[in-house]
């Protein structure tokens, strides 16, 4: 587990000044490992840039994911090649995304459940697949099929509004008997997707997505539920409060998703409401920026040195210092919420905003699971008086999720090839600990 210590304490990462992790570090064969667990559906995404017109060729809904027939796909994928449309293929999936990114961003395992081809040749989707995906990301738990993994095609217009069309393959084949029930009950976190529910007759993505979630909730591990697309919760609202309500923990939405799961357009609001169903809630939203909302115990929150804000809840922000927990774990639990505008104001030119939520993920997961591996190894710190859910407060972890969208907005592919640089160039030296 990457901690960037040098960092100082206002700096996004965890550092933890009294109790210096890097001490215990170096006793290396003592160390516990942690690791985080997703569910995806295994997709390559093909990536083209088209307009309208083109998009009502094909019979597709701008900004919607969509699954798409063999026919259209076979249809789509000649144009796209005809024409030399395609700008890359690369590995996709929201989890998947999300889960490599973590395993870069923390430099350290993760697990990652879902259907691969028996039948590998060099270059094939599967292939491609595997070789974009971080070593750092376990895929030994993948299970074999007979067949092809999905496509999507991410076609993006003038606007830079995406439209998926899903050919699934095998994608939603995975079955509740390839989830490894104490592989999960071990896990920081289960990270899961709405799509695992969006399946056909037959399809056993959605069975092995529940049993993988009722086995999370029986251990007590948090379930992180990122919305995907809002058409999705726009067909059957009342069917996620309830699922969020049930299962989940941590729910991540962009402003969009937010609306249709709430009914709410303000982030702030969405976020609020949606603390009556889970723990912690991310809420992205464009060039806004990012709004999280969670809970802390009265006796450990902490008052933010930044003014407050006016909101939806005035002086939401006031307590955005505390490191948010459980509701269960608060003996009086109060409201806590933050929020960041883009890192640096967001980058001058944007290459792609694909993935730009989900790397907001990676960075908060990392914070969680950064959480575990410190209370593991370092028990009787004092940063475990506090049964808190992440290492850092919800102010921290905001900016360095900000940060890791930052570093998509600025490359075509939605997933990191690196991590984030020890010391920021643009920052001035007095920022950084000695
Ligand atoms: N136009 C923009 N200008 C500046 N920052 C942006 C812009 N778009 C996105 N961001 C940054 O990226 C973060 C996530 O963006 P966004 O809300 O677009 O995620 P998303 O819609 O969930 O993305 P995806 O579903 O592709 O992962 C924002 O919180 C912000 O920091
Ligand atoms: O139906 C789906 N299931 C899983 N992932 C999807 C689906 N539709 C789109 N994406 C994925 O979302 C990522 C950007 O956030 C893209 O990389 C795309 O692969």
Known sequence: MKFPGRRQHKHYFPVDNKNPLTNQ??????????????????????????????????????????????????????????????????????????????????????????????????????????????????????????????RCFTLIDDSGERTFGINAGLINHLRPESINEELI????????????????????????????????????????????????????????????????????????????????????????????????????????????????????KRETEYPLMPGHVPDFNRYEYSRPMRLSDCEQPIRIYTHTAPYMGGPDSIKNTNGAGDAALAAILHDLSANVYHKRNVENSSKHIQSALTYSSLSQMSKYANRASYEVLVQHSPRLSRGLPEREDSLEQAYWAK
Not at 46 to 70: C, H, P, T, Y
Not at 207 to 217: G, L, S
Not at 265 to 290: F, K, M, N, R, Y
């Open 185 to 300: 009950a071990n896990a920081s976190a289960l990270v899961i997707s709405s799509y695992l529910m969006r399946t056909q007759p037959g399809d056993t993505m959605t069975e092995a997505a529940i049993k993988a979630v009722e086995c999370a909730n029986a251990a007590n591990v948090p379930v992180v539920l990122t919305l995907g697309t809002k058409h999705l919760i726009e067909k059957e609202p009342e069917f996620w409060r309830e699922f969020v309500q049930k299962h989940v923990n941590v729910l991540t939405m962009n402003e969009e998703e937010a609306l249709a799961i709430t009914g709410y357009s303000d982030p702030l609001q969405a976020a609020d409401c949606c603390l009556d169903w889970v723990d912690l809630v991310i809420c992205t939203a464009g060039p806004e920026g990012l709004y999280m909302a969670g809970y802390v115990d009265d006796k450990f």
């Open 25 to 150: 570090v170096n006793r290396a064969s003592q160390l516990v490992r942690n690791y985080i667990v997703g569910i995806d559906q295994t997709l390559v995404d093909i990536e083209a840039k088209v307009d309208q017109a083109f998009l009502d060729e094909f019979g597709l809904q701008r900004g919607m994911s969509q699954v798409i027939s063999d026919d259209v796909t076979e249809r789509l994928y000649n144009r796209l090649k005809d024409e030399a449309l395609v700008n890359y293929e690369f590995a996709g999936g929201t989890i998947a995304n999300t889960i490599h990114n973590y395993s870069v961003l923390a430099d350290d395992r993760s697990v990652l459940l879902g259907v691969m081809s028996n039948n590998i040749k060099v270059g094939d989707y599967a292939y491609r697949f595997l070789s974009n995906t971080s070593s750092r990301v376990d895929l030994n738990h993948l299970q074999p099929v007979d067949g092809p993994i999905g």
